[in-house]
């Protein structure tokens, strides 16, 4: 009788890469893609963050927002992606020279102790991970932050039908210490017309760090400006 050994998988240490888990292969099993240029890589990436947008259940759809607070300490927080503005030329050298790589969208309570921070430095990363593609992005971004006029009003006047207009109603700023008793426990206690708190987070991409986790081969490749004046580039990374 002829004995077939096992398939055995790749050593990986817990410090190698994020997200390794003990027997992660058995309860998040790797996709096996299939994209090989640049170009093909890039355009998926977009694809996977605008499906995010609509599909409450893709991992993408609430990235980790890291800041740097006040006081210099780095700050994270998980935050929804609202809206994906790829950039027009998708090409990875020929894309539009103000944007290049689009823009992303969140949602936020103007009050939020992270709109203090990114208006002091409004240099940010967001890091997204997918289980299923196997693939982690951390994307370097400059973060606007938009409070009023027409665009915000048309986007509040949508989000103030839906059950996450509460978010955005609090008397309370996020983050503030909740006393006993207080009078402003309790969402009954709230005015009949509360003011509205709500603000846009424009974050514009100027770089990312995508990785893949393979079974025998891991890849990563850096998207953005190389500083050499050629505009949005690729390049291959060890990862």
């Known amino acids: 009788m002829v004995q077939v050994k096992p398939r055995s998988l790749p050593h990986r240490h817990s410090n190698d890469h994020p997200h390794d888990q003990p027997n992660d292969h058995l309860s998040a099993p790797l996709m ?25 259940h893709h991992a993408w759809r609430t990235p980790v927002l890291a800041t740097s607070a006040t006081d210099g300490i780095p700050n994270a927080r998980t935050v929804v992606l609202r809206t994906v503005n790829p950039a027009q030329n998708m ?10 790589g689009g823009t992303l969208e969140i949602y936020t309570d103007r009050r939020s102790p992270k709109v203090t921070e990114l208006q002091q430095q ?8 997918s289980a299923k593609l196997s693939w ?19 986007l509040w006047q949508t989000v103030k039908q839906t059950r996450a207009a509460g978010d955005y109603l609090g008397l ?6 909740l006393v006993a008793d207080s009078e402003h ?20 991409i100027n770089e990312i760090d995508w990785l893949e986790l ?26």
């Open 32 to 56: 096996q893609n299939h994209f090989e240029t640049p170009q093909e890589i890039q355009a998926q990436i977009y694809k996977e963050l605008v499906r995010a947008t609509h599909d409450r």
């Open 136 to 154: 982690q992005l951390r994307v370097k971004v400059s973060v606007s932050i938009q409070t009023e006029g027409p665009y915000v009003e048309s």
């Open 91 to 100: 090409g990875v050298s020929n894309s539009t020279p103000n944007n290049p």
């Open 214 to 239: 393979g079974r025998g081969q891991h890849r990563r490749a850096r998207m953005g400006s190389l500083g050499n004046n050629t505009g949005w580039g690729w390049a291959w990374l060890q990862p």
């Open 185 to 204: 426990v309790g969402s009954s206690l709230a005015p009949a017309e509360p003011d509205v708190h709500f603000a846009v987070l424009s974050a514009q």
């Open 122 to 129: 409004p240099e940010a990363c967001l890091v997204f991970w």
């Open 172 to 177: 309370l700023a996020p983050g503030q210490t």
